[in-house]
């Protein structure tokens, strides 16, 4: 045999050594709520497309076992060899400020995040997990520097439930903000050249409003309007749109503002058609809802499908997570992400030997087809 046609045997070999798996290609996204939780099944192989889903609403009464068991009823799919890896969301405890500092190495970036929150916010680092992300280059009094994105979360929130994850069986690649995974849908989705989206979550009495730029965030409200049991009904709703003037009002007076160019609604208390006629006299701008109609993928439940039509708002914290997993905001603990590329690591090893050994028993065995008779 030449040696040409060896290395393309061997090159085929290696393709379909190091061919991903399904669990590769599929991704759950996890968004924590107040009184569940929001899971959906993701294809990843190009754009994201739903394949399952499941919305999850707990009440006092359920023990932890319980809460386990609905999570694993839906991630543990028949015949399904390996899980999928998992992105997690929420929005309840996760502190959003911006920081602006002169350009420099990451270690020292970090030392210079946890003085200035010590100092004007009394943040410990010791008892909260931290993200970040560059916004953009701004002038600051002793020359250039870069504003930042800055969320955290405390540990006694984020920590248990990275555990309860974890003991699913889940490898958790990122917890992000539910408002960055926002930001990320409406950018994707809604994209706005030259002009910022204020984006109104609805949900469970109350509405998250934030202002996002691409899929940057530059600014977060949290504003109760009403009990967690109650709907959005028309004196509710009017509260809203007034909490809307305000957010736009201060926020076109800010120093690195642009024009609000629309706003998106979301949230578990989305109910479509009546947010557009009830919002759409209201506001001066164009109001939005999500469309998640070119997301949903064919192995999606007919019942799902209408669930998701009726209710998107609902979705598109999850979708945008899946969206953004090549964002550089990311809470997740250092000692989860060493485990991960240890994993990650381990199987490529394991890769390399396969192949090594697969190389010593070619070698050998043309040895021996090559060998002069006896």
Not at 55 to 62: A, R, W
Not at 78 to 101: C, E, Y
Request: glycine content about 8%; overall charge neutral.
């Amino acid at each position: 045999m030449k040696i040409t046609g060896v290395l393309r045997m061997l090159e085929k070999l290696a393709a379909k050594t190091v061919k991903k798996g399904a669990a590769d290609n599929e991704l759950i996204v996890i968004d924590w709520l107040a009184s569940g939780a929001v899971l959906l099944d993701l294809d990843i192989s190009s754009s994201p497309k739903i394949k399952r889903l499941c919305h999850l609403q707990f009440d006092g009464t359920l023990t932890e076992g319980e809460r386990r068991n609905a999570f694993l009823q839906f991630i543990s799919v028949p015949g399904r060899k390996h899980l999928p890896k998992a992105v997690l969301l929420w929005s309840d405890g996760m502190i959003f400020r911006q920081l602006s500092v002169a350009p420099m190495p990451e270690d020292d970036l970090l030392r210079a995040f946890a003085w200035d929150l010590k100092k004007k916010y009394f943040f410990n680092p010791e008892d909260n997990l931290l993200g970040y992300k560059a916004v953009m280059d701004v002038e600051g009094a002793e020359g250039q520097e870069k504003l930042y994105d800055i969320f955290y979360c405390e540990n006694k929130i984020a920590l248990p439930r990275l555990d309860f994850v974890l003991g699913l069986g889940l490898e958790i690649i990122a917890l992000m903000p539910s408002s960055v995974a926002l930001a990320k849908f409406t950018s994707k989705n809604e994209p706005l050249p030259g002009k910022d989206t204020l984006i109104c979550e609805l949900t469970e009495g109350a509405a998250r409003i934030l202002v996002a730029r691409d899929s940057q965030v530059m600014l977060t409200r949290n504003v109760t309007i009403g009990s967690p049991e109650t709907s959005f009904e028309d004196d509710m709703l009017s509260r809203v749109a007034d909490e809307i003037h305000k957010t736009i009002d201060f926020f076109e007076g800010q120093k690195f503002s642009r024009p609000i160019g629309k706003v998106f609604f979301s949230g578990s208390g989305c109910q479509t058609a009546r947010v557009l006629d009830f919002m759409t006299p209201k506001l001066s701008i164009p109001a939005v809802v999500p469309d998640l109609g070119d997301l949903l993928s064919g192995e999606l439940d007919e019942s799902d499908k209408l669930l998701v039509s009726s209710c998107p708002g609902l979705f598109a914290v999850s979708v945008g997570g899946a969206m953004a997993l090549d964002d550089t905001l990311n809470l997740v603990p250092d000692g989860i992400k060493t485990k991960n590329r240890q994993k990650k690591a381990q199987r490529w090893l394991n890769l390399g030997l396969l192949g090594l050994g697969l190389i010593f028993s070619f070698i050998v065995g043309v040895s021996a087809l090559n060998r002069p008779p006896q």
